[in-house]
């Protein structure tokens, strides 16, 4: 098994250090617009303070983003790669039993999440120390909900690319049930949206559109982020069981 977890990170370096790069060069030029409102030429702009506040507030989700999906993007399409090469066809043979070759996929897979969220991490490290503001438990909490949120996709890719054998397969049928989901969801952030800048207008009347909508919004914002982070951990653990059983199964299938 251990060979196999081996396999699985050795084909995955290539792609895992372009996404290190681009980590590194993204991260770096925000940390560097950062400085520059205090210590460079952004600073002579009357309103670096609102500037720097405002990178500070988002890029640190960006940078998440990075880590999460390029930490996991050269592992994603290995499983086409290995029905291509018949790699797939091959380890039939081999003296390991369906379940340890799943969990070797698991573990590679989860290593590399886990990698991912250590990156979304040292960004917000990186920006707060830039931004010459103390570690942000909130940012933290927000990075923590996303890596337990897109986790389970992650894992769920697993079974579904050994039984679809291609990410196009796969792709399309993750869209046509992600589609009606993401179409409530979207809907659903419309009529909050609406429902804050009502609330904004009537609770801070000296405030201007936006400062008000945000200042109504984030306290339910807050709560259900609170409610999400004690609910999703067993979310995810219930999707990595379901998933690796799933897994399993469609491995002893062998379907070729």
């Known amino acids: 098994m251990k060979g196999l977890i081996y396999r699985e990170f050795y084909l995955s370096r290539k792609p895992a250090a372009y996404m290190l790069l681009s980590y590194v060069l993204f ?10 409102t ?7 702009d009357a309103n670096a303070a609102e500037t720097r506040e ?8 960006y940078i998440g983003l990075i880590g999460f999906i390029g930490a996991v993007y050269g592992h994603n399409d290995l499983i086409e790669k290995d029905y291509k090469s018949k790699w797939q ?4 043979t081999l003296p390991v039993n369906e379940k340890k070759i799943i969990a070797s996929k698991f573990i590679v897979r989860g290593s590399l999440l886990f990698a991912g969220f250590l990156l979304a991490v040292l960004g917000e ?3 707060s120390s830039a931004a010459k503001k103390p570690f942000s438990i909130s940012h933290f909490k927000n990075i923590l909900l996303i890596i337990l949120l897109y986790g389970p996709i992650c894992i769920g890719d697993i079974p579904l690319m050994l039984k679809m054998k291609t990410q196009a397969k796969a792709a399309a049928v993750a869209l046509s049930v992600g589609a009606p989901l993401m179409a409530a969801a ?12 009502i609330e904004g207008r009537r609770l801070y009347p000296d405030l201007d559109s936006d400062a008000a909508m945000t200042k109504a919004a984030m306290p339910y914002i807050t709560k259900w982020r609170d409610i999400a982070l004690v609910i999703a951990p067993f979310f995810f653990v219930a999707v990595i069981a379901i ?11 062998r379907r070729y």
Request: net charge positive.
């Open 27 to 36: 991260t770096g030029m925000i940390a560097m617009v950062i400085i520059s």
């Open 38 to 44: 205090y210590a460079g030429n952004l600073a002579k």
């Open 54 to 61: 405002y990178i500070y507030s988002q890029m640190y989700i």
């Open 89 to 92: 066809l091959y380890s039939y």
């Open 125 to 127: 490290v990186i920006l």
């Open 186 to 197: 979207m809907y659903g952030v419309y009529k909050f949206v609406k429902f804050c800048i």
């Open 243 to 253: 998933c690796y059983f799933w897994a399993v199964k469609e491995l002893k299938r």
